[in-house]
């Protein structure tokens, strides 16, 4: 695979990026032309998603003034609390006039019907900051950080609809309803203040697009809400049918309710889909203490936010996505979390997942029998340092007090070498997919602290966290094979070794 190439391959929203030699991850962190004009797309949280710019650059011709930026999020409330992040950061005076936040919604119309329903799947909504572009990295710090970012399918069809002339925007003051009916549904003059003038074509260029006359709903009387629907998702869809979205986030939840418990229904497709509540319930833990979020940093993110609203003494745990039932504090974080939790898993992103873990189970149980194999490759070696996994770890005894009877330790290992020369020729020369992220079905690896922690690395090390460690997350390849492509990383690096000593 070439440097920049998305992996997958020529996949269209693509979570990770080749970067194959230890030069190009120094290069990219640097900010090295020569790689980062090469890069098709990254790991979301740390490259902003091209589908994602090219809207923002649309929304800032609209909106926007020379000199500023912006930066996009899902909803109203994620937004609240970026602009809440800018002013812990900067001063009144460092920020002036020019920090607002926009909301995107439908744009009103007498051919919207007055009884459209919450059920549509993927209305285009979304929100935008827009600041002095000399804060870019203030912007950058909470889209990382906080992982609430808006996804690039929903930029995608929200640029689209927004190209067609479909989106209204408008800068906001305070606290707006949430909910789509006091957004887009009302009939005119019903509803919230700023939304009691029935839209047109003559609100002062106020609908995006409709000087220019492209507006492209139906033009043939009054559609009910169903009709609506498909609109909307026939023409911004790609044709996937939304109205599952609803069904595959409760599939889900209750597949990670199940792998907690091992009660993981076996039933496929739209089988599992429709299977009923009854038979999805598992001990001390169902898919309503499941709380789904758009990625793993949002999840930590509010996870954190909630506990430290719910029980200030224990901010510093985190739970991720699940409630344990048999908690203590079961109680008071269920009330929190079901009166703060917002839905922002996009209704693709949710169709997506569904299909990608339907076998999830199988290839778990294989990720792990491959990934015992490589950690035992790598401790036979006189070359490693250390190995960092539970099969071979003096914390293995933690692991196997959580682990089901039939489980094992997943499939991230990393690895650690005594120079920094070694851990590059071993990089280097191992052929595997190369990049940022984890989890895929297919190897994935990356020089992990160098990523993560690039501007930081003397921090990392007071903590144990190595320079130069190399991370692999494990995927469905044969075994043997990949078994053998580590031997032959691990020879290179020997070759190395023996080099220097004839030296």
Not at 367 to 383: D, F, G, P, Q, V
Not at 421 to 441: D, E, I, V
Request: one cysteine or more.
């Amino acid at each position: 695979m070439e440097l920049g190439q998305s992996i997958p391959p020529d996949t269209a929203h693509a979570v990770s990026v080749c970067l194959p030699t230890w030069q190009d991850c120094v290069g990219y962190e640097e900010g090295d032309t020569h790689v980062v004009s090469k890069m098709s797309n990254g790991y979301p949280r740390f490259f902003i998603d091209k589908q994602i710019t090219s809207f923002v650059d649309a929304i800032l011709l609209k909106h926007g003034e020379p000199g500023e930026g912006a930066i996009l999020f899902p909803s109203h409330a994620v937004a609240i609390r970026c602009v809440s992040f800018f002013r812990a950061q900067l001063t009144a005076e460092e920020l002036g006039p020019y920090l607002r936040l926009l909301d995107f919604f439908p744009r009103a119309t007498a051919n919207t019907p007055s009884d459209y329903k919450k059920e549509v799947h993927a209305v285009p909504m979304l929100s935008a900051v827009i600041y002095l572009a000399k804060h870019a990295q203030v912007a950058k710090a909470f889209w990382q950080h906080s992982g609430e970012g808006v996804s690039s399918r929903r930029a995608e069809l929200c640029h689209k609809a927004f190209q067609d002339g479909y989106l209204h925007g408008r800068c906001t003051e305070g606290e707006v309803s949430t909910a789509i009916e006091a957004a887009v549904v009302q009939k005119p003059c019903k509803g919230p203040r700023r939304y009691q003038r029935e839209a047109s074509a003559k609100s002062n260029g106020d609908i995006l697009g409709a000087q220019s006359g492209n507006i492209s709903l139906p033009s043939q009387g009054k559609l009910d809400g169903d009709e609506f629907t498909q609109f909307v998702e026939e023409r911004y869809g790609r044709n996937l049918d939304l109205s599952l979205a609803k069904t595959a986030k409760s599939a889900i939840r209750r597949r990670i309710a199940g792998a907690l418990t091992g009660e993981v229904q076996s039933l496929q497709g739209s089988e599992y889909l429709q299977h009923t509540r009854q038979t999805s319930d598992t001990q001390g833990c169902s898919e309503e203490d499941v709380y789904l979020y758009p990625s793993g940093m949002s999840s930590i993110f509010n996870t954190h936010r909630n506990l430290t609203a719910s029980r200030g003494a224990l901010k510093s745990i985190c739970f991720g996505l699940i409630l344990n039932a048999r908690s203590k504090y079961y109680w008071d974080l269920k009330k929190t979390l079901d009166s703060e939790y917002e839905d922002n898993y996009w209704a693709e992103d949710a169709i997506f997942m569904e299909r990608n873990s339907r076998d999830f189970i199988q290839r778990a149980k294989r990720i792990n029998k491959t990934a015992e194999a490589i950690c035992r490759t790598l401790e036979t070696s006189t070359s490693v340092k250390e190995v960092y996994y539970p099969l071979t770890s003096s914390t293995r005894p933690f692991y196997d007090a959580c682990r089901s009877p039939d489980g094992g330790y997943g499939g991230l290992i990393s690895v650690t070498f005594e120079t920094a020369t070694q851990a590059k020729a071993f990089y280097n020369s191992l052929k595997t997919a190369k990049g940022p992220s984890l989890g895929t079905n297919f190897t994935l690896s990356c020089p992990y602290t160098l990523l993560a922690h690039y501007t930081e690395l003397e921090w990392a090390a007071q903590f144990g966290v190595d320079a130069n460690l190399v991370r692999m997350s494990v995927g469905l390849e044969d075994t043997k094979d990949l078994c053998e492509r580590v031997e032959r990383a691990l020879a290179a690096v020997k070759d190395g070794i023996d080099r220097n000593i004839r030296v």
